[in-house]
Structure formats: structure tokens, C-alpha cells
């Protein structure tokens, strides 16, 4: 990796870390507005062992199934704090770890789900392939990964407001509206098992599976 891109990288978790103790408040109109009634059809119909990839502060707690066995990571120490405070409030067990998505902290095969929720539109392109691939590695062979990220809406109005957020949205979050995640699925070793607008034509959830040996 160029140092460069080392920057990028960086700068964007530095951005959680100094933001980690508002991150729900900066959040709370989108999460009260349409983020926590989307969130259990996110979740919805695993089982097993499943991993909340980049969890953050830990907004996907209540929407995770009954009886699953729950872990989560995020790059952010600060943001994992704030999550193991929310779990204890809820009286939740679910195992956290500090762990950046291209450098996961957990054996092969280890999950038979894995949910990245508002993720992968914070990673930079240069780093897209390597978290892909560690999902893969990670899940069970017959497991599943799901990803939900904005998408720019090919409605005019629509994308025109888009393009003006895009600012805010970049320099509070490190995210972006375009996300480049689609283009190293095949790299990545892994197959769409199905796509579909959760809200919308703004945001989108994609299934995806490890790819089977010929």
C-alpha cells in the first residue's frame, strides 16, 4: 500500500474516534427517521454464529435474530467502547473485538452470517478488495454476508440533494454515496446471491455468498 493511501486510511479512522462520543447524536435523525425500522429486515433469517462487521456503537443490537450466538468489531477502540456500554445497558451478550475488516481477528470459517451495515461506504477503494476477501474468509462455506450502503439515486431531484450532502456526509462520516464495493465481489471469491432497494432507490442490501470451488 502507498503511503498515500495509508493516509486515507487512517484519516478515515481517525474520524470515528474523534466523533465516537456524539456518533448517535450526529446520527440520531437518520436513525430515528429510517435507519432502526430497516434494521432487523437487515438480520433477518440468521442463524448460528454472526458477526456485525463494523458495529460501531452498536445500533444493530436489538435487530439481531433470538438465540443467535452475537460478535461484532469496528477499527475504532472508541466506537467498540460506546457498544460494550450499550450491550451492558441491554443486558446483551455479545462478544467485541477492535479489529479492522482487512485484518479480522477471528479463524476461517468462523461465522454463518456476517451483516456490514453503513460500512463499506466508509472504506476507501484501495481497501475494498482485502475487507471482501476477510468476509470470505470468515464465513462458513454455506454462510451468508449481507451489505447494506447508500446508492446515488437516478432520479434527478433526488441525486442533485445527494451530490449537495455529499460534503457533510464525507467530512462527518468518511463516507460517500458511491461506494466501489460491487466491483471486487468476483476478486473477492464471492457470488451475489440476490440485491434488492431496502429504501427506496437509496439504499441497497446485497446477499452474498463464498463462491464454491469448480
Given at each position: ?13 481517525k ?20 435507519k ?13 454464529a ?30 467498540l467502547e ?9 443486558g ?98 464471492l ?24
Amino acid at each position: 500500500m502507498s503511503q498515500s493511501m495509508q493516509v486515507e486510511s487512517l484519516n478515515a479512522r481517525k474520524t470515528y474516534e474523534r466523533i465516537a462520543s456524539i456518533y448517535d447524536l450526529l446520527d440520531a435523525p437518520y436513525e430515528i427517521g429510517w435507519k432502526r425500522a430497516l434494521r432487523r429486515r437487515m438480520f433477518e433469517g440468521l442463524q448460528g454464529a454472526i458477526l456485525d462487521a463494523g458495529c460501531g456503537t452498536g445500533c444493530n443490537f436489538l435487530a439481531y435474530p433470538d438465540g443467535v450466538k452475537a460478535s461484532g468489531c469496528d477499527a475504532s477502540a472508541a466506537m467498540l467502547e460506546r457498544a460494550r456500554a450499550r450491550a451492558d445497558k441491554l443486558g446483551m451478550i455479545v462478544e467485541l473485538r477492535c479489529s479492522d475488516l482487512t485484518r479480522l481477528d477471528w479463524a476461517d470459517n468462523t461465522f454463518d452470517g456476517i451483516v456490514a451495515t453503513f460500512v463499506f461506504a466508509c472504506i476507501e477503494d484501495h481497501e475494498q478488495a482485502a475487507a471482501l476477501s476477510e468476509l470470505r474468509r470468515v464465513c462458513n462455506p454455506d454462510g451468508e454476508i449481507r451489505i447494506v450502503d447508500y446508492r446515488l439515486s437516478p432520479r434527478p431531484l433526488v441525486r442533485a440533494r445527494q451530490k449537495l450532502m455529499s460534503a457533510w456526509l464525507n467530512g462527518t462520516f468518511a463516507a460517500t454515496y458511491t461506494p466501489t464495493t460491487e466491483n471486487y465481489f468476483e476478486a473477492a471469491g464471492l457470488e451475489v446471491i440476490e440485491e434488492k432497494y431496502i429504501r427506496s432507490d437509496v439504499l441497497k442490501m446485497i446477499r452474498l455468498r463464498p463462491r464454491k470451488a469448480n
